[in-house]
T-cell receptor
């Protein structure tokens, strides 16, 4: 089925380790973004991209890197994992530059940093 | 930071009851969206609103775009157990980036059979 695919679904990291959360969409969407979801905090924007080669910071970018070499993929890299990065991470995409049409979300990656 | 106030934070209701939740802001929004997140899944779009005063239904769900463009309401009628989940409001700020949505913190709905 077409949509946004996130891998892995679950991950446990030790403090200081690095890893990449993968996100791929097959809908030819230009806009992609990463959110983290924490209890009581809702969805907070980490980084976003409006097209291949173009990325920008969101509300909580520290400790994360992104790149967008293709339209389909938008990986999120944790450089040196910290317990504060324990969260559920969602990737989202949109076919239009007008966000009012809404985003399509992946099913999430549940990350625990110990 | 967050510019949307979503309430209530959580609701516990009996099956068959009606539910109301809302989002308010001090800022004007061009678009209001309502999402539902099932346990262990990503949010899914329920309803989109594009004009002040607009009232839109999707089955048992009805949402309205406030006249002042600073609020929106979601009503669920005759709740059923599968309505359980987190409901998020989201909006595109007037004068803000076309790409970005601002999200509320969510309303956790529990339905007792």
């Amino acid at each position: 089925n077409a949509g946004v695919t996130q891998t892995p679904k679950f991950q446990v990291l030790k403090t200081g380790q690095s890893m990449t959360l993968q996100c791929a969409q097959d809908m030819n969407h230009e806009y992609m973004s990463w959110y983290r979801q924490d209890p009581g905090m809702g969805l907070r924007l980490i980084h976003y991209s409006v097209g291949a080669g173009i990325t920008d910071q969101g509300e909580v970018p520290n400790g994360y890197n992104v790149s967008r070499s293709t339209t389909e993929d938008f990986p999120l890299r944790l450089l040196s994992a910290a317990p504060s990065q324990t969260s559920v991470y969602f990737c989202a995409s949109s076919y239009s530059s007008f966000s009012g049409y809404g985003y399509t979300f992946g099913s999430g990656t549940r990350l625990t940093v110990v | 930071g967050q510019q949307l106030n979503q309430s209530p934070q959580s609701m516990f209701i009996q099956e068959g009851e009606d539910v109301s939740m809302n989002c308010t802001s001090s800022s004007i929004f061009n678009t209001w969206l309502w999402y539902k997140q099932d346990p262990g899944e990503g949010p899914v779009l329920l309803i989109a609103l594009y004009k002040a005063g607009e009232l839109t239904s999707n089955g048992r769900l009805t949402a309205q775009f406030g006249i002042t463009r600073k609020d929106s309401f979601l009503n669920i009628s005759a709740s059923i157990p599968s309505d359980v989940g987190i409901y998020f409001c989201a909006g595109q700020l007037s004068g803000g980036s076309n790409y970005k949505l601002t999200f509320g913190k969510g309303t956790l709905l529990t339905v007792n059979p």
